[in-house]
């Protein structure tokens, strides 16, 4: 995952953000970026470091589990 921050947007969100499991490892500022954060449970499930989930249960914002549909997975093949 990359996130570019550009200072002038310092005060700009962006609506969505789909996190990988590095922006948990690295403990990204999600809730500073984007008004939702969005993951799936494979990415979740990645982390293994006790620390990681341990952030994961005490996160100062909500994660939107979800799942790609099937017609998405298909398509990608």
């Known amino acids: 995952m990359l996130i570019v921050f550009n200072l002038a947007m310092k005060d ?17 500022q999600m809730q500073d970026i984007a008004d939702v954060v ?15 989930k341990q952030r994961l249960r005490v996160l100062p ?3 939107k589990m979800m799942e790609p ?9």
Do not use: G
């Open 12 to 28: 700009k969100k962006i609506s969505k953000l789909v996190a990988d499991s590095a922006a948990f490892i690295r403990n990204a």
């Open 38 to 52: 969005y993951t799936v449970r494979d990415v979740v499930d990645e982390i293994r470091d006790q620390a990681t």
């Open 69 to 77: 549909s099937p017609v998405v997975l298909v398509q990608d093949q």
């Open 61 to 63: 914002y909500e994660i």
